[in-house]
């Protein structure tokens, strides 16, 4: 059974930084595209940013781009988002997810939650 397992979430004034983590047990880390996402009160949930499994390619989301950065450690199995010059709308549940087309591999966290407030 994979388990993703994000941290890093909390309280954050305006314009600070936040660094969330996802752990992610089992031995497919390194073959699966693994992404952000995040689902702000009474919206849909919206990519924030990706990483690719093997080119180490990213992507983001228009909102974020130039603020946050996406990275991951194969070695700890572990995705990174990077967060700075935070706004009120950036709010959100943030989930990871690990996603890979052949075998199919679909898999998310219980997510963590990010609040930007003064």
């Known amino acids: 059974q994979v388990q993703l397992v994000e941290s890093g979430g909390g309280l954050v004034q305006p314009g600070g930084s936040l660094r969330l983590s996802c752990v992610t047990s089992?031995?497919?880390?390194?073959?699966?595209?693994m992404s952000w996402h995040r689902r702000a009160p009474g919206k849909e949930r919206e990519l924030v940013a990706e990483?690719?499994?093997?080119?180490?390619?990213?992507t983001y989301a228009d909102s974020v781009k130039g603020r946050f950065t996406i990275s991951r450690d194969n070695a700890k199995n572990t995705v990174y988002l990077q967060m700075s010059s935070l706004k009120p709308e950036d709010t959100a549940v943030y989930y990871c997810?690990?996603?890979?087309?052949?075998?199919?591999?679909?898999?998310w966290g219980q997510g963590t939650q990010v609040t930007v407030s003064s």
């Open positions: 089992g031995s497919l880390f390194s073959t699966v595209a």
């Open positions: 997810r690990a996603y890979r087309v052949r075998p199919l591999a679909d898999y």
């Open positions: 990483v690719g499994s093997t080119n180490g390619i990213t």
